[in-house]
């Protein structure tokens, strides 16, 4: 599977830590993720952060999503 919305996650060690953050705004994937988690509509997001676009807040869920998919592996002392 591929996800085309990814392009608008950026991650910057000047921005918020290097947390993935929406289009390089200072709006974090955690923030946006949580609050849907929380419960909170799509609409109520958008009049929180009126800079966020729709297709932001998909982008977040499918950045979390790629992110979940992912495991660690352990490396072995060579």
Known sequence: MTYPELNRIT???AKM????????IRITV?????????????????????DLE???IFAALAYAAWRAEEYD????AG
């Open 54 to 56: 729709r297709e932001d």
């Open 17 to 24: 830590g290097g947390k993935p953050c929406i289009r390089g």
């Open 30 to 50: 955690g923030t946006i993720t949580g609050l849907l988690a929380a419960g909170e509509s799509i609409e109520g997001i958008l009049s929180y952060y009126p």
């Open 73 to 76: 592996l352990p490396l072995k």
């Open 11 to 13: 991650i910057d060690p």
